[in-house]
DNA sequence: CCCATAGTTCGGGAAATTGGAACTATTGAT
DNA sequence: ATCAATAGTTCCAATTTCCCGAACTATGGG
């Protein structure tokens, strides 16, 4: 098992943040851990809505996520830990995250709202 | 050749617009109809950056910012016309292509200073 | 040492992307 | 009206990417 890659912040690059966040499972994985600083283990995801992913899909995306810069992974004992590394990105680009993460908190809002 | 489908203001969705603009090319394309004059026909982009982009790959290219919602396309005479959405896209995702368009554009700035 | 747990990698089928060639629609010229 | 030119679209095949089950690896505990 290779040691996992983390973009350095000037290897982060758009298209990957975007491409990363254009798929909804990613963005709410990825929103759960950026929300109160967080730290989750990849199988906190096991289901993500009322859906089931497979233990495979998951661990690629925890590696597009990773890839794209947006979060950080770390071996503790048996487990994974991811953190968001939204304060690094928000410098680079300003603004663009948050903007991503409510785009999709008011989707899910009109979700609920038109049940 | 069927009429061109534009989604409703509703129907757009955050994963959409992050999909289109997660291409490099999508997102340049974008940008300048985005910028100022707002109109542009298809083959004004026959070659983006020093790349050149078969014209039906454009054509697929333009499909997919206009199914994302934010492009409008209008046939006028031979040539279509492109509008950018970003009014209506700015009203229910609110801050988002714009930091989007900002982000790729700091890449961009980037990239001409490390020459 | 063996088992359980947490993830990763492999591999094959499904879906999306790319780009050349053929097609369609509209305008202008003869 | 016919023909040619221009601007895009559609078709299709090759490539690439994505998805997920099965097999594998790494770590900790009994």
Do not use: W
């Not at 004992?77 to 991811?82: A, C």
């Not at 603004?95 to 008011?106: R, S, T």
Request: proline share 5%; with cysteine.
């Amino acid at each position: 098992m290779r040691p996992l890659f983390h973009p350095s912040l000037d290897d982060i690059r758009p298209e990957g943040i975007l491409h990363a966040l254009s798929d909804p499972v990613r963005a709410a994985i990825f929103a759960d851990i950026a929300s109160i600083g967080c730290v989750e283990t990849c199988s906190a995801f096991a289901s993500v809505g009322n859906r089931i992913i497979p233990k495979s899909s998951l661990s690629q995306h925890f590696k597009v996520l990773r890839e794209a810069g947006l979060i950080r992974s770390e071996r503790h004992g048996v487990e994974m830990r991811n953190t968001s590394r939204c304060g690094e990105v928000e410098t680079r680009f300003p603004g663009l995250v948050a903007a991503i993460l409510n785009a999709y908190l008011g989707e899910a809002k009109r979700a609920e709202a038109s049940l």
